[in-house]
């Protein structure tokens, strides 16, 4: 064990002050830094024990493009060039590419996706948890149909299991922690069509923490467990129109519940009873905008910590999901400080765990119509405007490359979305130019990227996204793979001999 923690050690170490204090400057040995990567791969082991614990990070929409924008920021927010920056899941020794399509959509939703995380299966857009025999919204469809999703697996062997979002705990990712659904959207009990018997996905999460399947659940939604009837704490009322308060069902049930950061900090680390954190009413918030609930990290940490306790082990999924919403959006600002705070939990997960138990698997479900424009000098601000290449130096200049109509543009932007350059006229025809900017107007946090296709929200795309792993059987993660195998590399790494 001493030796495989000591290479993992020395990964960081030969890795972290190349990026974040050496690239930039004039001279840098880019030939003996080749020959530091050498040695430190040939160090590297595989580890082959049965793994104790299983986390899986999901930021949903951190597809390559993205997790690149993300590593710019996160450097430049440290006062360096950005492009050279090391994220902590590129510190991983292993990594794959991932295939995201489902079983009819070229282009997936994250319903599929994170089915095919969580069973081994791919399935259709907007199922969860159902294979891909049925069709969208066939309640009676669904029986004998229903797939097993990994935490009810390793319940079954004794280990904990704890689902976080900052979107609300019924979306689609975390739902396919917990529930089996023909539709996605019937996140309450009112979207359900009349004379389905199938249960919504809030009283699903209810069930799964009362039979023990889930001890931890944090992240939005709270509109969902509560009546219209109920307003809540923060004068939000609830969505359900069967008269169930599912949060005082748990609460009678013995469970703890928390619906602000004041309420997260009470919460007991660890114990027996249930934990249940519904911080709005619908998504959490931005990390920009974040006041009165806990961070990603701040989850994370809580929830290894309480789930910990269990000797048998457990799973723990963790997904950053307004860095979803933020692309879809337009607003590459929130997506970045989102992914910043996606790193931060990751790091805080690598400090609490022991590579030679714990499987740490980073992921993302799909990528997003996301663009990088131009010939920028490095140290460009990526949420600002291209800047020129420096001939003389390694720093960009100060003056914006410019593009054939004269006007500058910003280093990213999107294929399609809110931000369309093309304006619906009278006529219901499609016309319109660039405007011009500038570098204040272009990084301002609510600046939305200019993109081409007009639409009222900018789409996933298909593309691969990749797949970071550390621990137990991460070695089983190379070359392009298709997405539910993260599962069956899950599967076997805690069911090894």
Not at 324 to 346: C, E, K, P, Q, S
Not at 357 to 366: G, M, N, Q, R, S
Request: aromatic letters at 6%; charged letters at 20%; one cysteine or more.
């Amino acid at each position: 064990m001493r030796t495989m923690l000591l290479s993992g050690v020395a990964l960081t170490l030969l890795t972290l002050p190349v990026a974040a204090q050496q690239t930039g400057e004039p001279g840098f040995d880019w030939f003996a830094a080749g020959e530091a990567s050498i040695a430190e791969r040939l160090a590297l082991q595989p580890i082959t024990g049965k793994a104790k614990n299983v986390i899986l990070f999901t930021a949903d929409g951190n597809g390559v493009g993205t997790n690149y924008a993300i590593r710019l920021f996160a450097g430049q927010q440290k006062g360096g060039l950005g492009d050279d920056f090391v994220l902590p899941q590129e510190t991983f020794p292993n990594m794959a590419l991932v295939k995201t399509y489902s079983a009819n959509g070229q282009t997936p939703d994250s319903a599929p996706t994170a089915t095919a995380m969580n069973t081994g299966m791919k399935t259709k857009n907007d199922l969860i948890n159902v294979d891909d025999t049925v069709a969208v919204g066939d309640c009676a469809g669904r029986t004998g149909h229903e797939l097993k999703p990994f935490a009810e697996i390793v319940s079954e062997m004794g280990k904990s299991v704890g689902v976080i979002s900052t979107a609300r705990i019924t979306h689609a990712t975390p739902a396919a922690v917990y529930a089996r659904t023909v539709n996605r959207d019937w996140e309450d009990n009112s979207a359900l069509p009349e004379g389905c018997d199938q249960k919504d996905i809030a009283a699903q999460l209810v069930d799964q923490m009362k039979a023990g399947v889930i001890d931890i659940a944090m992240g939005g939604g709270r509109a969902h467990f509560l009546p219209e009837s109920v307003t809540d704490d923060e004068g939000k009322t609830g969505k359900r129109t069967d008269g169930r308060n599912l949060v005082e069902e748990l609460e009678e049930a013995g469970a703890q519940y928390a619906w602000d950061e004041n309420g997260f900090q009470a919460l007991t680390a660890a114990g027996n009873a249930p934990v249940l954190g519904l911080f709005e009413a619908s998504h959490m918030k931005y990390e920009h905008d974040r006041t009165g609930e806990p961070s990603l990290a701040e989850m994370t940490e809580k929830a290894i910590t309480a789930l910990s306790a269990n000797d048998q082990g457990f799973y723990l999924n963790v997904e950053a999901g307004r860095v979803d919403h933020a692309n879809h959006d337009g607003n590459l600002f929130r997506v970045l400080t989102d992914g910043v705070a996606f790193a931060d939990a990751i790091q805080k997960a690598m400090e609490m765990t022991n590579p030679e138990e714990t499987l740490i698997i980073v992921t993302a479900d799909h990528e997003h119509a996301i663009a990088f424009n131009g010939y920028c000098g490095r140290g460009t601000s990526i949420t600002g405007l291209c800047m020129a290449v420096n001939e003389e130096g390694i720093k960009r200049l100060d003056e914006p490359e410019l593009a054939a109509d004269g006007k500058p543009y910003t280093v990213a932007g999107y294929l399609n979305g809110a931000g369309s350059v093309l304006v619906e006229q009278a006529d219901k025809s499609f016309a319109g130019s660039r405007p011009d900017l500038t570098e204040e107007e272009a990084t301002d946090p609510d600046y939305v990227q200019q993109a081409l296709v007009p639409m009222s929200s900018e789409t996933h795309s298909g593309e691969d996204v990749a797949v970071f792993a550390r621990g137990p059987w991460a070695h089983l993660f190379s070359g392009v793979i298709e997405q539910n195998v993260i599962f069956h590399v899950m599967n076997h790494a805690v069911t090894a001999e």
